[in-house]
């Protein structure tokens, strides 16, 4: 029986394989928009309405992901992408191809190895722990494979939604204050990027991390020495 926790979870899994395969920043800004509302409506999903009504520390987790993930790290994703002048990954280190490959295997590894770990008794879907995987490993795929510094900016956030997809999917106790921990957290390493991304262009003209990588001190030249000039 295919339900509406299912739906949202396989939404949320075609969202990760757009994500790899995007060359466009702002499509990938867009999607890990509705990526993070998915992730916010989903405890609404998950909770038993019939039995009572959601408590305040489940409402305040999909209130407060509405507003972050969905809304204000998108829109600070993009007025970095302009304050940088930059549209596109034209150059990345794992081509867009290979990444969707490589993804595509993993999602049948998590799903394969995923459906025998003891967590997936205390999952209220089948479905969580390999979309959990996957999600992870589209963020890992897009921080190592990426050279655009605001890429693996939106690859750490991906990365923490499958963080936050298992947490939720197992109703973990404690979950909610987690997840809010988690969340600060994300929302302060956006902040301090979006930061150096703009100093970065600024000062180099591109925000390419390999081309960083390879920076280095310039060779100082000693001052004469005092017998020198005698």
């Known amino acids: 029986m295919t339900g509406l926790p ?19 920043l702002l499509h990938c800004i867009r999607i890990v928009a509705i990526q993070g509302f998915l992730l916010g409506i989903l405890p609404l999903v998950l909770w038993q309405w019939n039995e009572a009504l959601p ?12 507003g972050v993930k969905c809304w204000l790290l998108p829109y600070l994703l993009k007025r970095t992408m302009h304050s940088a002048n930059v549209k596109r990954e034209l150059e990345p280190l794992v081509g867009y191809s290979i990444s969707l490959m490589i993804l595509l295997c993993g999602m ?21 722990t390999p979309v959990a995987f996957t999600t ?16 693996q900016v939106i690859g750490f956030l991906v990365f923490e939604n499958g ?23 994300v929302f302060v390493l956006v902040f301090i990027m979006g930061i150096a991304v703009f100093r970065i262009s600024r000062e180099f003209e591109h925000i390419d991390s ?13 001052p004469p020495q005092s017998g020198d000039d005698k």
């Open 210 to 222: 390999d081309r960083l990588n390879r920076l280095g001190d310039f060779p100082a030249e000693l």
């Open 108 to 128: 049948v590894c998590a799903f394969i190895f995923g459906s025998g770990l003891p967590v997936t008794d205390f999952s209220v879907s089948p479905l969580v």
């Open 163 to 185: 963080i936050g997809i298992f947490g939720t999917g197992m109703m973990l106790q404690y979950g909610p204050i987690v997840e809010l921990g988690i969340l600060l957290d």
């Open 136 to 151: 992870m490993g589209a963020g890992i795929l897009m921080i190592v494979g990426r050279r655009k510094a605001i890429t």
């Open 6 to 24: 299912e739906i949202i979870l396989s939404a949320i899994l075609a969202t990760d394989l757009v994500l790899v395969s995007a060359s466009r």
């Open 55 to 66: 408590h305040t520390e489940l409402l305040l987790v999909s209130v407060v992901n509405l």
